[in-house]
């Protein structure tokens, strides 16, 4: 019985003390990462320029939340990242939403896009290709009867 209850008395502090040190850990992410982005968008993509959408809330602080892009060639983001500090603005009086044109990118290219926020969280990851090159004139068209 003794044996028992040394066991115990051993046991409580170590779980107390596991108990204190997950949630030291859990509010301390907290503080660090405060932007939530809510989903992204692209759209209106002419052969150079993209629109680009994306929700950012910080939930503790829900007021405009300044946002860096970043888009790229490479899947990886590994290299050509064009960053763009202070891109756009996650407007509060506009549901949080941030919208953005981009612009001298290639014809008829694959990019890819994220957003960054305040203290480095970043969105998903988003896909978006740029329309071919316009033609000059189209092709001409005969028609021959018989």
Excluded at 34 to 44: K, P, R
Excluded at 96 to 117: A, I, M, Q, S
Excluded at 120 to 139: D, I, M, Q, W, Y
């Amino acid at each position: 019985m003794k044996r028992l209850s040394l066991r115990a008395q051993l046991t409580r502090p170590i779980l107390l003390g596991i108990g204190i040190a997950a949630l030291a850990a859990v509010f301390a992410r907290s503080a660090e990462a405060a932007v939530t982005f809510l989903g992204g968008a692209a759209g209106d993509a002419s052969s150079t320029n993209v629109t680009l959408w994306t929700r950012a809330v910080d939930i503790a602080a829900p007021t405009n939340t300044e946002l860096m892009l970043e888009i790229t060639t490479d899947e990886g983001f590994a290299s050509g990242v064009r960053q763009l500090p202070g891109a756009c603005i996650a407007d509060s009086t506009k549901d949080h939403v941030c919208k953005l044109e981009v612009g001298g990118l290639k014809p008829n290219t694959v990019y890819y896009d994220r957003f960054v926020g305040p203290a480095s969280e970043l969105s998903n990851v988003g896909r978006v290709k740029t329309a071919p090159r316009p033609h000059v004139a189209p092709p001409a068209f005969r028609i021959q009867r018989r």
